[in-house]
């Protein structure tokens, strides 16, 4: 069965860096590719960005370009999201979600993973 | 970037009646608009794609219509487990720039 699982929770001071992993296993790791959503608290869904694990290209979000990051490893079926000069706004939970782009469409998310709860706090 | 725009915030029903959500787009997204459906602490669980068409497992009492600009997700008859958070989805352009919208709560009355 298909399973996304990601890192645990993170605190990070503001400025810091984090790196979320999510590690995917049931599937073709290279067939599909992989989004990022966030979550702050009480608050609606933000996608930040995507990955191809086949040859790593990425489209990231035009409010995220410069600061985040998307890289994969195809030897781990892992996925990692990168999100650099944190502030406090940037506390979240953080989603990776697979889905499948073809055509010239990223067609929704039939799999997401746990969530990483990353908080930023001084 | 295409903004989406859900109303209402939140959606007061008893169970057993009809819940109508709406969704709208700042430009046409065609038939490319998804519907989600997210519990509190649950990651959120794929309903309709294609603006219409009901992801695998999904009762028949979801159902999702509309196309370019204005959607719309019934719920015919709300169970106690629809009380939930919808947000609709586009994915109509490419390189990828999805976006979600605010979300809709559904309640109970």
């Known amino acids: 069965q298909v399973q996304l699982v990601q890192s645990g929770a993170e605190v990070k001071k503001p400025g810091a860096s984090v790196k979320v992993s999510c590690k995917a296993s049931?599937?073709?790791?290279?067939?599909?590719?992989m989004h990022w959503v966030r979550q702050a608290p009480g608050q609606g869904l933000e996608w930040m960005g995507v990955?191809?694990?086949?040859?790593?290209?990425?489209s990231y979000a035009q409010k995220f370009q410069g600061r985040v990051t998307m890289t994969r490893d195809t030897s781990t079926s892992t996925v990692y999201m990168e999100l650099s000069s944190l502030r406090s706004e940037d506390t979240a939970v953080y989603y990776c979600?697979?889905?499948?782009?073809?055509?010239?469409?990223?067609?929704?998310?039939?799999?997401w993973g746990q969530g990483t709860l990353v908080t930023v706090s001084s | 970037e295409i903004v989406m725009t859900q109303s209402p915030a939140t959606l007061s029903v008893s169970p057993g009646e009809r819940a109508t959500l709406s969704c709208r787009a700042s430009?046409?997204?065609?038939?490319?608009l998804a519907w989600y459906q997210q519990k509190p602490g649950q990651a959120p669980r794929l309903l309709i794609y294609?603006?219409?068409t009901r992801a695998t497992g999904i009762p028949a009492r979801f159902s999702g219509s509309g196309s370019g600009t204005e959607f719309t997700l019934t719920i015919s008859s709300l169970q106690s487990e629809d009380f939930a958070v919808y947000y609709c989805?586009?994915?109509?352009?490419?390189?990828?720039?999805?976006?979600f919208g605010g979300g809709t709560k559904v309640e109970i009355k």
């Open positions: 979600a697979k889905g499948y782009c073809s055509g010239g469409y990223c067609y929704p998310f039939d799999y």
């Open positions: 049931g599937y073709t790791f290279t067939s599909n590719y």
């Open positions: 990955i191809n694990p086949s040859g790593g290209s990425t």
């Open positions: 430009q046409s997204v065609s038939s490319n």
């Open positions: 294609g603006a219409s």
């Open positions: 989805q586009q994915y109509n352009n490419w390189p990828p720039q999805l976006t």
